[in-house]
C-alpha cells in the first residue's frame, strides 16, 4: 500500500507541477470517502467484518434442528442364468423398482454450553474484525491526509516563489 500511496502521490506532484498540467484540487471529504471507497486494505478489512458477521448466523443456526432426508430410487433388470460354456441361458423374473426412504431429525438439547460459547466467540470475533476494520480506516485515512497536507504545502510553496520571482 504505501507503494500505491507514494505513486500516487509522485503522479499527483508530476501533474501539479507541469507546466502544461492543470491543476486538480480535490476537499478533504472527497479524499475521505474515496480512501473508504477504493482503499483495497479498507476492502480487505470490510470482508473480513462480513464473513465474521455471517459466522453469528451460523453459530446461532446451529441451535436450530436440522432434518436430513434421502431418497433411493433403483431399477434391478432381469436375472439371467448361463451355463459354464455358455449355451443355455435362462431368464428369471425379479423384482424390478425398488426404493428407500430416510429422514433423520436431529435437535441439540445439552451440549455442556458449547453452543452458547461458540455464539459469544463469534460475536467476539466479528467485533474485533470490526475494531481492526475501524484502525485500517483510520490508519489509511491519517496516512492519505498526512500526504495530503504535504501536498498542500508543496503546492503553496511553489506559489509562494513563482509570486517572488514575480
Known amino acids: 500500500m504505501p507503494r500505491k500511496i507514494i505513486l500516487a502521490v509522485l503522479i499527483s506532484c508530476a501533474m501539479t507541477s507541469g507546466t502544461s498540467a492543470r491543476e486538480r484540487r480535490i476537499s478533504v471529504d472527497t479524499l475521505m470517502s474515496r480512501i473508504e471507497q ?3 486494505e479498507v ?3 470490510e470482508s473480513r467484518y462480513a464473513a465474521d458477521r455471517q459466522g453469528i448466523d451460523v453459530a446461532k443456526d ?5 432434518i436430513q432426508a434421502d431418497l433411493q430410487l433403483n431399477y434391478i433388470g432381469d436375472g439371467t442364468i448361463i451355463d459354464r460354456d455358455f449355451t443355455h441361458s435362462m431368464r428369471d423374473r425379479l423384482p424390478h423398482f425398488g426404493n428407500t426412504l430416510n ?4 435437535q ?14 463469534a460475536e467476539l470475533k466479528a467485533d474485533m ?4 476494520l475501524e ?4 490508519a489509511s485515512t491519517i496516512e492519505a491526509l498526512a500526504r495530503y497536507f504535504n ?9 509562494v516563489y513563482s509570486e517572488n520571482i514575480t
Open 38 to 40: 477504493c482503499n483495497p
Open 43 to 45: 476492502k480487505a478489512a
Open 62 to 66: 446451529n441451535r436450530l434442528p436440522s
Open 103 to 106: 429422514i433423520s431429525v436431529y
Open 108 to 121: 441439540p438439547l445439552y451440549h455442556g454450553g458449547i453452543l452458547s460459547a461458540a455464539r459469544q466467540m
Open 129 to 132: 474484525s470490526r475494531i481492526g
Open 135 to 138: 484502525q485500517q480506516l483510520d
Open 151 to 159: 501536498l498542500m504545502q508543496m503546492m503553496n510553496m511553489r506559489n
